[in-house]
């Protein structure tokens, strides 16, 4: 066994079988030869959790039962149903996003008025899966929470974005662009918000240079290390 190859692990009898995404090597998973952590022999197997089938368990299944009712194409919208660490993921396609988001928000059995706002995730090795976007929601009136996750390919990174659904979302959708560049369609200004706007790339995502990013000072003068501090 050469010191690239993954040791495999020994899984308990019973356990069920995690979808395996990507193979990372090294602690950042950078592919140009960029790590500096000093682990650049490491190597990971990325897994999410396989779907769940039903009952999922608890109130997780009113839920399903709930949406099932209310969207009538609702075995067209979910790819997957996931229960994992006493959570529920409804896995959307992105063309259904913005319907079933509107049933989970105005449908008095679900009630979800509150989206968390949204957050982005790259995965490189998840073919023409590459990039995706998480949504918590919240029900004041039912006190639950569930999260809905959407991807779309690196090669057409477009999502509907949720912003007349849930206004609150417009900077989170913002910044999401930013960072990963995923496009939210809809969005009614959808520019950099962290970055400056001729910023070249997306800093979270997986293949963005690690480190040596020049950094350029305008006028700024540096105090010496014994003056940049006061202590009383």
């Known amino acids: ?8 692990e020994i899984v308990p009898a019973g356990t069920p079988t995690l979808d395996v995404v990507d193979v990372r090597s090294g602690m950042f998973g950078a592919s140009d030869g960029g790590d500096t952590s000093g682990f650049g022999g490491l190597v990971r197997t990325v897994s999410v959790a396989p779907a769940a089938s039903r009952p999922y368990g608890g109130w997780f299944d009113d839920v399903a039962d709930g949406l099932e009712q209310a969207y009538p194409q609702f075995a067209e919208a979910i790819e997957k149903v996931v229960v994992e660490h006493g959570e529920l993921t409804l896995h959307i396609r992105r063309e259904h996003l913005r319907h079933v988001a509107q049933v989970l928000r105005d449908d008095a059995a679900l009630r979800f008025e509150m989206c968390m706002g949204v957050s982005g ?8 899966r590459e990039l995706h976007a998480v949504y918590p929601l919240l029900s004041y009136t039912h006190n639950r929470r569930i999260k809905l996750e959407v991807s779309c390919p690196d090669a057409d990174p477009h999502i509907p ?3 007349e659904v ?9 910044e999401t662009y930013d960072f990963f560049g995923i496009i939210f369609d809809g969005h009614p200004s959808l520019s950099r918000i962290q970055m400056p706007d001729d910023w070249p790339g997306h800093p979270q995502r997986k293949d963005y240079s690690l480190g040596g990013i020049p950094v350029e000072y305008k006028g700024a003068e540096i105090a010496p290390p014994n003056e940049r501090r006061h202590y009383s």
């Open 121 to 128: 995730v790259h995965w490189p090795g998840d073919a023409d």
């Open 166 to 174: 849930y206004p609150t979302n417009d900077w989170h959708e913002r």
């Open 1 to 8: 066994m050469s010191e690239h190859e993954a040791t495999p």
């Open 161 to 163: 974005s949720l912003y």
